[in-house]
């Protein structure tokens, strides 16, 4: 009959099994291809400061990416990917969208458009009115938020106030209303505030933002496009999944014959592994490009040395004529030592690779970072388990379980 170990280690096998193929069907489904893999349009631009503009810097660069979502996001066509790239770069990724969707191009080169408008619809100021990135949240004696915003010439916005005094200054980013302040008296100063009470401070901040967003003095200049058939990118797709399928079958097969009971946990290991890190993307909403493919194949690789190491650690104890039990904890012991020094040092140089790295570079870099931790979870401590729990129900005693001769084994 069969121990409680044993039935311990089929009920945990039997229902994890059983949840990847309930869940594999949506977690698939739910995995968000990137441009070289979906199709789509790539444009690296290139921001420049209008004439008399100040230079461009990291915040007024961020702040233009930060246009550019939102301009992408407000017509519902396409989830963008937006990098900066270097001191004056952005990267738009628009998986989905050709050359010939002019209209969706047009609208990411053209400057951010604000305007504060009179009742008539007249522009009375614009985003170059106003000092970049100086609009703030502050909050009145009612501890009511309210937009502080900074104008360059004090003189000009007196003359437009005293037009409008007992009127509204609607404030429009690009054709979108985004606030409509009343003008309750002549302001001669650069300086003044929108009062937003009723409000909340989240609404006050994302008027700010915006605020600040179309004041920046930049614009975009396109110096590199590409862009990749939907055929092609399937193709590609297709292509490096059946050869990761294939390639993943044969070391598995090489596992089980070669190592036989560590190499069938090991199976078992890396499959929960491969589910288990799709999963992680898709909760992270991360995007799977071809250079995170190949990290992902790689991180399957790390995790076969890791469960190479570690088999190959319990064989040598075997050897020496020390018991099962006793050889797994001292293969497991010796063994974690080298995989986790191998596991940091690649870490390590993956977030290297991340920071200073530019689009692909990042998501390889990040798709390793969790496939090491996500590989630490499952071909360590899960392997161990799983093994932990065979060798304690006394039915896998023999060495031959293990790859072990008996003509190998050496007297104490």
Do not use: C, H
């Given at each position: 009959?069969?121990?409680?170990?044993?039935?311990?280690?089929?009920?945990?096998?039997?229902?994890?099994?059983?949840?990847?193929?309930?869940?594999?069907?949506?977690?698939?489904?739910g995995v968000k291809l990137g441009l070289d893999l979906k199709g789509g349009y790539e444009v690296l631009y290139e921001a420049v400061p209008f004439e008399g503009g100040?230079?461009?810097?990291?915040?007024?660069?961020?702040?233009?990416?930060?246009?550019?979502?939102?301009?992408?996001?407000?017509?519902?066509?396409?989830?963008?990917?937006?990098?900066?790239?270097?001191?004056?770069?952005?990267?738009?990724?628009?998986?989905?969208?050709?050359?010939?969707?002019?209209?969706?191009?047009?609208?990411?080169?053209?400057?951010?458009?604000?305007?504060?408008?009179?009742?008539?619809?007249?522009?009375?100021?614009?985003?170059?009115?106003?000092?970049?990135?100086?609009?703030?949240?502050?909050?009145?004696?009612?501890?009511?938020?309210?937009?502080?915003?900074?104008?360059?010439?004090?003189?000009?916005?007196?003359?437009?106030?005293?037009?409008?005094?007992?009127?509204?200054?609607?404030?429009?980013?690009?054709?979108?209303?985004?606030?409509?302040?009343?003008?309750?008296?002549?302001?001669?100063?650069?300086?003044?505030?929108?009062?937003?009470?009723?409000?909340?401070?989240?609404?006050?901040?994302?008027?700010?933002?915006?605020?600040?967003?179309?004041?920046?003095?930049?614009?975009?200049?396109?110096?590199?496009?590409?862009?990749?058939?939907?055929?092609?990118?399937?193709?590609?797709?297709?292509?490096?999944?059946?050869?990761?399928?294939?390639?993943?079958?044969?070391?598995?097969?090489?596992?089980?014959?070669?190592?036989?009971?560590?190499?069938?946990?090991?199976?078992?290991?890396?499959?929960?592994?491969?589910?288990?890190?799709?999963?992680?993307?898709?909760?992270?909403?991360?995007?799977?490009?071809?250079?995170?493919?190949?990290?992902?194949?790689?991180?399957?690789?790390?995790?076969?040395?890791?469960?190479?190491?570690?088999?190959e650690r319990i064989k040598e104890e075997i050897r020496t004529g020390k018991s099962m039990l006793s050889s797994l904890k001292t293969g497991s012991k010796n063994s974690?030592?080298?995989?986790?020094?191998?596991?940091?040092?690649?870490?390590?140089?993956?977030?290297?690779?991340?920071?200073?790295?530019?689009?692909?570079?990042?998501?390889?870099?990040?798709?390793?970072?969790?496939?090491?931790?996500?590989?630490?979870?499952?071909?360590?401590?899960?392997?161990?388990?799983?093994?932990?729990?065979?060798?304690?129900?006394?039915?896998?005693?023999?060495?031959?379980?293990?790859?072990?001769?008996?003509?190998?084994?050496?007297?104490?």
């Amino acid at each position: 009959m069969f121990g409680k170990r044993i039935i311990a280690f089929l009920a945990i096998v039997v229902v994890g099994f059983a949840a990847m193929a309930a869940t594999s069907p949506w977690v698939i489904d739910g995995v968000k291809l990137g441009l070289d893999l979906k199709g789509g349009y790539e444009v690296l631009y290139e921001a420049v400061p209008f004439e008399g503009g100040s230079a461009v810097t990291p915040e007024t660069l961020k702040k233009t990416a930060q246009s550019l979502q939102k301009r992408i996001d407000d017509t519902g066509l396409v989830e963008p990917e937006i990098t900066t790239e270097g001191k004056n770069r952005i990267r738009v990724k628009l998986p989905g969208i050709n050359s010939e969707d002019d209209e969706v191009l047009k609208m990411l080169s053209k400057p951010i458009n604000l305007t504060f408008r009179a009742p008539d619809g007249t522009i009375m100021l614009t985003g170059t009115d106003f000092v970049e990135n100086a609009a703030g949240v502050a909050f009145d004696n009612m501890n009511q938020p309210m937009v502080t915003i900074e104008l360059k010439d004090a003189k000009k916005f007196e003359e437009v106030t005293g037009k409008l005094v007992g009127q509204t200054m609607a404030i429009y980013l690009d054709e979108e209303l985004i606030s409509n302040p009343g003008v309750s008296q002549v302001i001669a100063s650069k300086n003044a505030v929108i009062e937003m009470r009723g409000s909340t401070s989240d609404k006050a901040r994302e008027l700010r933002d915006l605020i600040n967003m179309g004041s920046l003095p930049l614009k975009l200049e396109a110096k590199y496009t590409q862009s990749v058939g939907a055929k092609l990118g399937m193709e590609s797709l297709k292509d490096t999944v059946t050869a990761g399928i294939i390639g993943s079958l044969i070391v598995l097969v090489f596992m089980v014959v070669i190592f036989r009971v560590p190499g069938f946990v090991a199976a078992i290991t890396i499959i929960t592994y491969a589910w288990l890190l799709l999963l992680v993307q898709n909760l992270m909403n991360a995007t799977l490009t071809l250079p995170g493919i190949a990290a992902f194949v790689l991180g399957v690789g790390m995790a076969v040395d890791a469960n190479i190491i570690t088999a190959e650690r319990i064989k040598e104890e075997i050897r020496t004529g020390k018991s099962m039990l006793s050889s797994l904890k001292t293969g497991s012991k010796n063994s974690f030592r080298t995989i986790m020094d191998a596991n940091i040092t690649s870490i390590i140089a993956s977030v290297v690779l991340y920071y200073i790295g530019d689009g692909a570079i990042k998501g390889f870099a990040l798709t390793m970072i969790f496939s090491i931790l996500v590989s630490i979870v499952t071909n360590i401590f899960l392997a161990r388990f799983l093994l932990t729990l065979l060798v304690r129900s006394n039915k896998f005693m023999k060495p031959g379980y293990y790859g072990v001769k008996e003509s190998e084994i050496r007297e104490l």
